[in-house]
């Protein structure tokens, strides 16, 4: 599959396998815009072209145990160029769920696993968030003009209340100073989530519906529990 020049005997696949997949796959025209947008078009001879075409061909088997789903980083690009209007990550996300969940990659198995048990993918502890998130609030609080910042973990009725992704308490902190700041400066009202904070759902990614409507069925529940008037989910 990995072979760009692979030939397929077309008499011997079974064509009806994706029939009721409904994508819009068969009016591919193969123009090569997708592939020409794609970003990771190349990457072990992955183009978002020959994906359609082999679902359009009923290779659902030999897209499934294939790598290429699993480069595509789902940014959508392909989607929004596509002049047929193929929903070419739709196509990957369902590709993504029909793998056995422990055949699902490493990284992104064990972050979802660790994501549901725990409330985020690092397996981060409360008392931990807290204290990183307090440390960088403390931070930015030493900068001129920032003098009284803080940051409220579970106000209730903020105007914002704005999930995490998991690098930004891990090995990117100083990112967040810069819309917390930004926070500041507009004089908002905001709000972050104690527990469950993660914004990276990566249910979403592996294709796992279920996991998925877990993890945002966790976040409207802040917005429920806290009554935010906004959710601003930055992923
Ligand atoms: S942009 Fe759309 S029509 Fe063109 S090759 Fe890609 S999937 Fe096919
Ligand atoms: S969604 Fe996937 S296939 Fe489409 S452009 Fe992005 S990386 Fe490429």
Redesign the pocket.
Known sequence: MTEADKRVNLDQLDHDSCRSWDYSQDFCVTCGI?SS?????GIDD?D?RK?VRMISLGMENEAVDSRWPW?????????ASCPMEIK??SI?RKIRSLRERDEVPGILHKGLETALKTGNNLGLPKEDFEFILEDVAEEIAEEPSFENFTVEIDKKGANILTTIHNKLVNTHTDDLKHWWKIFHAAGEDWTVPSENWEGTNWGLFTGDDEAMKKMSGRIVDHMKNLGAKNLLWPE
Do not use: A, N, R
Request: glycine content about 4%; overall charge neutral.
């Open positions: 997708c947008m794609c970003p990771v078009s992955f978002p994906l480069i595509c980083t789902m940014c959508g690009k392909c989607e070419i990550s990957v």
